[in-house]
């Protein structure tokens, strides 16, 4: 009686060890959809503010802490996410689909700040103030959704399990993300672009040596990750190297990230031209990281042929590992620039500059998206190609 009673509790334990991975796979669906249906709620609460002389500050500052909720909710359906994950047409649609509602929210607060430059000629200098930090402050907040939407659908990439069989669907929805991405860069640096006119005055100080060591480091990474000559016999611990040595980056820019964050809650700083070249150049040194990407890339394509299917697939994991972290890698550099700019205590003679920044990384942004598509296009086609 005893070992029957042990078999079936054996039985039982293998069922529900079988269930977890299915239970997780239909959660990531539900999840998605959820935060779609949280994505359309931050969009109408948006489209319904009517702003006037009376009401400047509260509406946008009630938007701020919606779309901050959403990027936690995303954060938090992305830290939850276990492998395998079986991707299907649903899930798929309903990540296009958020990613067009972030466009839309993005063009709602692009609205917002006409309306706020139509009526600071009737606004005192104080509500001119906090209506600014205010729009600044979403405008940052709806960056933040969309890069951590990018970075969910990277790590669902990076953990499905049947990419040969949904390869078409795949691709069309990177594209998707990557277009609509651009598309909200594009609205936030016009709503960044519409507040700056409303300022004037400005000096300069900050974070410039440890912004300056950032771009050393990303640059002898860039460096060294090109004087690797990839081997198709030992490519796959060669290429484990590489994505190892970006992860340790992007946690170093992560953790200058949440140095600034922690700074601005209690203070703010005056920014300077040498802190925007940083900043600049910080988003160079990404593209030069992206640059060799795609010589991996094209490598890879070559040697395909020779290398065995055991090196390849170890290969192409840790290609996708890299390209998700060089998209998040992107993603922080350009959230500092919009951090600095928020925590800015005085804006105006830096206007024109700041400006010119936001578009140099954006333009950088674009040239890092279209290298981590590139290298999920090869990926897939040679799972396809090789059946791994």
């Known amino acids: 009686m005893k070992t029957v009673l042990q078999n079936l509790l054996m039985i039982s334990c293998m069922v529900a060890a079988l269930a977890l991975p299915q239970r997780s796979r239909a959660n990531v669906s539900s999840d998605v959809q959820d935060l779609l249906i949280q994505a359309d709620a931050l969009h109408s609460q948006l489209a ?107 790590n669902i990439l990076l953990m499905a399990d049947n990419i040969g069989l949904m390869a078409d669907r795949i691709l069309l929805t990177q594209q998707i993300q990557s277009q609509n991405l651009l598309l909200t860069q594009e609205s936030i640096l016009q709503t960044q672009t519409n507040m700056l006119t409303l300022v004037s005055v400005v000096e300069s100080e900050s974070y410039d040596l440890d912004l300056n060591a950032l771009i050393v480091q990303g640059d002898l990474l860039a460096a060294n990750l090109a004087a690797t000559l990839l081997n198709p016999v030992t490519i796959k611990y060669q290429l484990a190297a590489a994505a190892d040595d970006v992860k340790a980056f992007l946690l170093q820019v992560k953790s200058m990230g949440e140095t600034l964050k922690s700074a601005g809650d209690g203070s703010t700083f005056n920014v300077n031209s040498t802190t925007l070249s940083s900043l600049v150049n910080l988003s160079v040194m990404a593209t030069s990281l992206s640059t060799v990407l795609d010589g991996y890339t094209l490598t890879i394509e070559s040697l395909q042929s020779v290398i065995s299917s055991r090196n390849l697939d170890a290969s192409l994991s840790s290609m996708l590992a890299m390209s998700a972290d060089m998209g998040m890698l992107a993603n922080s550099i350009l959230e500092m620039a919009d951090l600095i700019l928020v925590m800015a205590d005085n804006i105006g003679l830096a206007a024109d500059q700041i400006i010119l920044t936001q578009e140099l990384q954006s333009a950088n942004l674009a040239i890092s998206q279209a290298s981590i598509l590139a290298v999920q296009e090869m990926v897939i086609g040679l799972i396809v190609a090789r059946n791994l």
């Open 48 to 154: 319904g503010i009517q702003l006037t002389t009376e009401t400047v500050c509260a509406p946008l500052v009630s938007a701020n802490q919606a779309a901050r909720l959403m990027a936690d909710s995303i954060d938090s359906v992305n830290n939850g996410l276990i492998a395998p994950v079986t991707i299907d047409d649903t899930m798929l649609t309903s990540l296009d689909d958020l990613s067009l509602t972030t466009v839309r929210i993005a063009g709602e607060a692009l609205r917002l700040t006409a309306d706020v430059q139509l009526l600071a000629p009737t606004l005192d200098a104080l509500s001119i103030k906090n209506g600014l930090v205010a729009m600044l402050q979403l405008s940052d907040d709806i960056g933040v959704m969309a890069d951590r939407i990018g970075e969910m659908a990277d």
